[in-house]
């Protein structure tokens, strides 16, 4: 019988190195989805949003959600992944940083644009990068199966991205990180394959007595803290409404509205993304009201070809310059 310690004929069967254990699919997910590009990713169980569905049925209760019926119609999908992806077990939620150094002006006759809008559409980055990690998903595990979900789809990205420990929510509504303050788009990708969950679980609400965002909201929308009456935003009026005539005064805004999120004193984490197709388009920040007024059909559609600003049509975005004078 040879000598085990024999280094010249080391034994032949291998020997496990548990030094460097070999990656799990979840963090090679996770190492996946950082090199396309995402700020944050979480997974966790694909449960029904039980608490959360909860709150939103009482803002839809309260008629909070204005003409948006479509939350109301999507309820049941919209707190049950599971009746959006049928088996689905794992959530994988994903944050991607958007802010940009540019800044809006104090000019009277400026039409303010969001920032989310100042450079390509964001359904379209996301959905392009949570794509491309479902195909990495399904040729890493033949078979599986997934849904990608960016506001389009029925999914309440901020509770998913609130369960993954990305953050809070503060009392605009929106979610606050601690490295980008709130200027994250969130997404989700549904998989019908169980994963290794983080356990970090929610983080602690971190807004304490501010009321900054209550206090700077041009038109009192934020009634309440945590709970926005979409009847009085400047966001839903510029993009979502549909009347004919500007239904309140929109204080120079043109599309979407950023004051509750610029005044937050957590902005000061702010950091420029990384993400190309999110850099500020040539006159996309502000525009004249004169040129908005002005614009032909042909125009708008040169200048804002894959923006989100495409949604309010030439038609709303004159009516929002006209609200906004």
């Not at 303010?112 to 980055?125: C, E, F, L, N, Q």
């Not at 990495?136 to 078979?143: I, L, R, S, T």
């Not at 969130?186 to 807004?207: K, N, S, V």
Request: a negative charge; charged letters at 30%.
């Amino acid at each position: 019988m040879g000598d085990p310690m024999n280094r010249e004929n080391p034994p032949t069967h291998p020997t496990p190195d548990t030094r460097h254990p070999t990656p799990s699919l979840a963090e090679r997910i996770k190492a996946r989805a950082f090199e396309l590009g995402f700020s944050k990713i979480g997974i966790v169980p694909a449960d029904a949003l039980t608490d959360e569905a909860a709150r939103l049925r009482e803002w839809l209760d309260r008629g909070h959600h204005a003409t948006m019926g479509w939350m109301e119609r999507t309820f049941d999908r919209r707190t049950d992944p599971r009746l959006v992806l049928p088996g689905a077990k794992s959530v994988v939620a994903v944050a991607l940083n958007y802010d940009t150094p540019g800044r809006h002006s104090d000019a009277p006759d400026a039409g303010k644009i969001s920032r989310y809008a100042w450079g390509d559409d964001y359904h379209d980055v996301l959905g392009d990068k949570l794509a491309a990690l479902l195909e990495w998903v399904k040729a890493e595990v033949p078979g599986a199966e997934g849904k990608v979900c960016v506001d389009a789809q029925p999914a309440m990205d901020k509770a998913w991205a609130v369960r993954a420990g990305f953050g809070w929510i503060g009392k605009h509504s929106n979610l606050i990180t601690r490295e980008y303050g709130s200027w994250v788009f969130l997404g989700e990708l549904l998989l019908d394959i169980t994963l290794d969950f983080d356990a970090d679980g929610p983080m602690a609400d971190h807004c304490g007595s501010c009321t900054a965002c209550l206090d700077a909201c041009p038109t009192g929308a934020i009634v309440e803290p945590y709970v926005v009456d979409a009847r009085r935003c400047i966001s839903f009026t510029t993009i979502e409404s549909k009347c004919d005539d500007p239904e309140l005064p929109t204080d120079g805004w043109i599309f979407g509205c950023d004051v509750c999120q610029d005044v937050c004193p957590w902005t000061r984490f702010r950091k420029p993304t990384e993400e190309p197709r999110f850099s500020p388009r040539e006159g996309v920040i502000e525009l004249p009201l004169a040129t908005v007024e002005a614009m032909t059909p042909e125009e708008f559609q040169e200048r804002f070809a894959g923006s989100p600003v495409l949604r309010t049509k030439l038609k709303g975005l004159r009516r929002n310059a006209r609200g906004a004078r």
